[in-house]
């Protein structure tokens, strides 16, 4: 077994079929089926069955699978980290964030300090939801991630409280509430509200929901919203209210939008930053300890 042949198997089973497959490697249908089976005969075991139309990988193919993707990430991390030693760059840290982590002060103050102590070390910045930062740091696509909603019983992940937040409510400028200085939960009965998705952060939509039952108010959802940009959106153009985190006044000036506590919500959302506890990379441990001793 070598990368190549790993190679035919991860491109056969994308292309569904061993025609497609081989043209796309620019090799005969028959010399890849041949070294697909010699494959299976050494490791013993089918990878692919044919289906109406095709094949698909076997369980044991899909675990091939799923080696296969990981060995040849670290091939190519390894390969990036000779090209960069060749440029005097000693190493690349892959972080991610969520749409709302670079707005706050904390994160841009910290990556600007790290590039400071740190120029030698690239950062590879990118844009994931919190559940997403989870399976990419299981998967080692990332090192380190600034999420929201932590899961509670994670023993592979270290973390690192950076923020809490607490909701408040968001009003269009003209809606009847907007003069209080605060507002209960039961004034807002016969109110139409906009939410993110659950599937933008199920933890603290659930938690938010359940506050407001546990006070006997159950949200009139009328709208959901993929994102904090439109949810302010929908706000503005008085479509309904929402729970918004009390760091928006600093985030955007919105004269079209009016923030406002609200008396009996108590739920609060924490940033923090993840990493896997057995990763070792020296370039991580530069930012964590930065992160920690609030040298941003």
Known sequence: MDLHHLKYVLVAAEEGSFQRAAERLKIAPSALSRRIQDLESELGIALFERISGGIRP???GGVLIDYSKRIFREV????EHFRRLAKGQTAVLRVALNGIAPQLPII????????AYHPEIELKLLSLRSDEQLAALRDGSIDAGFLFARPENEPDLAYLRLASHRFVL????????????????????????VLFKRDYNSGIHDSLLENCRAKG???????????????????????????????????HNRPDIVIRPIAGLTVEEHL?????????LPALAQLILLAGAGSV
């Open 76 to 79: 190519e991390a390894t390969a």
């Open 108 to 115: 841009p103050a910290l990556f600007r300090s790290f590039r």
């Open 217 to 251: 108010l159950v949200p009139r959802i009328i709208q959901e919203t993929p994102n904090e940009h439109m949810q302010l959106g929908l706000i503005a153009a008085g479509m309904g209210i929402s729970f918004v985190f009390d760091s928006i006044s600093t985030r």
């Open 58 to 60: 076997s369980y044991a």
């Open 272 to 280: 923090d930053l993840a990493w896997l506890k057995h990763n070792g």
């Open 170 to 193: 968001g009003l269009p400028a003209g809606h009847r509430l907007a003069q209080q200085a605060e507002i209960n939960l039961d004034d807002l009965a016969d109110e139409d509200f």
